[in-house]
């Protein structure tokens, strides 16, 4: 019973993050065509880049995603070794039972920590971009970037990609105000228009470059691969324990 108890808990502690996969999916159904909540390259907008100085602090994705992906790859063993446990041969259901038995609650321990530490790491080592008289810089260095991507993933916020020609950002422009506990509306509005401005200045400034516009795929390519090993050693476990114990 046991075994069952702990898959199912595991489960519950992953929606949230599965219910993120799904916007992610919903969001990037058309590959070849700019979706309707997308800058598009070329786009005229009333106002000149020139002389132009500002920052945003943007989270960086891939701290986030990382976690997440830590999660489905310890569950996903896991769950595997419940498979070992639930097996007609002797050394490896054995094998299984003594690793979950004694590691069981590590495993848990350790997937909550991660995302706890991981988590706060992204929110404290915030990217910092800088726009200066048509120049990007990323902490304070200039890149040459290659290809980029601005993409709304929610209503009021967007996914910025910019990759030069070894390294690919992945970053979320956050205002200060919505980072806190109790957020005032009127103050986020605010901030949340200042940076939707600067991120369509970013994008005229990067359609003017020699940067290509590219529709990314990094994150969704992740989250199905590991995901999608997640769900399958999920169903293949709990359907070993519903049949053994309750069939």
Avoid: C, H
């Avoid at 795929?217 to 114990?245: D, E």
């Amino acid at each position: 019973m046991v075994f069952l108890f702990i898959p199912m808990l595991i489960i519950l502690m992953l929606v949230l993050f599965i219910l993120v996969l799904t916007l992610f999916i919903a969001k990037s159904k058309n590959r070849g065509n700019y979706a309707e909540d997308e800058y598009i390259p070329g786009e005229i907008y009333n106002y000149s880049i020139q002389e132009r100085y500002f920052t945003i602090e943007a989270l960086n994705m891939k701290l986030i995603i990382l976690p997440l992906i830590v999660s489905f790859v310890t569950v996903s063993l896991l769950f595997g070794i419940i498979i070992m446990a639930e097996t007609e041969i002797p050394v490896l259901s054995d094998t299984g039972k003594e690793i979950m038995n004694g590691y069981a609650v590590w495993f848990i321990q350790f997937i909550v920590i991660q995302l706890m530490v991981f988590m706060l790491f992204a929110l404290y080592k915030k990217i910092r971009i800088t726009a200066e008289n048509g120049t990007l810089y990323i902490n304070g260095v200039i890149q040459d970037i290659r290809y980029y991507q601005i993409r709304k993933i929610f209503a009021e916020n967007s996914l910025l990609y910019l990759k030069t020609e070894r390294k690919l950002w992945i970053l979320l422009p956050a205002a200060a105000e919505g980072l806190k506990k109790y957020p005032k509306r009127d103050i986020l509005k605010k901030q949340t228009e200042e940076i939707n401005n600067k991120l369509r200045i970013i994008e005229k400034i990067l359609s003017g470059s020699d940067a290509e516009y590219k529709n990314f795929s990094w994150i969704r390519n992740r989250l199905l691969g590991f995901g999608g090993i997640f769900v399958l050693l999920a169903l293949v476990s709990i359907g070993m324990l519903i049949t053994k114990y309750y069939i």
